[in-house]
């Protein structure tokens, strides 16, 4: 039998490091109980991306159905909640489980630059949120007289 030594601080100083951290786009990143976690944990993977008109966020939800999932805002919060049941059977004995299954829920905080409009769509186990910007802050070109 292998000895493994636990370290209760393994991963601390990334978690110190993204307690506070705003990125230059505005979003502010959380402090969950999956920062400074490898691939593997049960927190699904999300993409921000920003362009002149909106920001997207795409977000992994692999064997999650559309039913399952809400989505909500309050304020300048959006939440995304999701449920994955997994049934392995009432004769099953469970040998590994790295697969997440259960209930899970992601809120951030919308930058000054988001308006009111928001679309979602569910594909292929993604979850495409687009968040319009406001019009004040879509970029615009000016003629010189």
């Known amino acids: 039998m ?4 636990f370290d209760p601080f393994v991963g601390i ?4 490091d993204n307690h506070s951290r705003v990125d230059r786009s505005g979003w502010s990143r959380p ?13 699904p993977a999300m993409d921000i991306t920003e ?3 909106e920001f997207r966020l795409s977000i992994d939800l692999p064997g999650v159905s559309k039913d399952n999932i809400d989505i909500q805002v309050h304020g300048r919060k959006l ?14 004995r469970l040998m590994r489980m790295e697969r ?4 899970w829920q992601r809120t951030i905080e919308l930058p000054d630059a988001a308006g009111d409009d928001l679309r979602a769509t569910f ?10 910007k406001r019009p004040e ?9």
């Open 2 to 5: 292998n000895i493994i030594r």
């Open 13 to 16: 100083d990334s978690v110190m």
């Open 31 to 43: 402090l969950t109980p999956y920062d400074g976690l490898t691939a593997g944990t049960s927190c």
């Open 51 to 53: 362009s002149d008109r």
């Open 79 to 92: 939440s995304v909640t999701a449920t994955r049941p997994v049934d392995y059977g009432n004769d099953a």
């Open 100 to 103: 997440f299954s259960g209930h």
């Open 123 to 132: 594909d292929n186990g993604v979850l495409d949120i687009v968040v319009s």
């Open 137 to 145: 802050a879509v970029p615009r070109s000016i003629k010189i007289r």
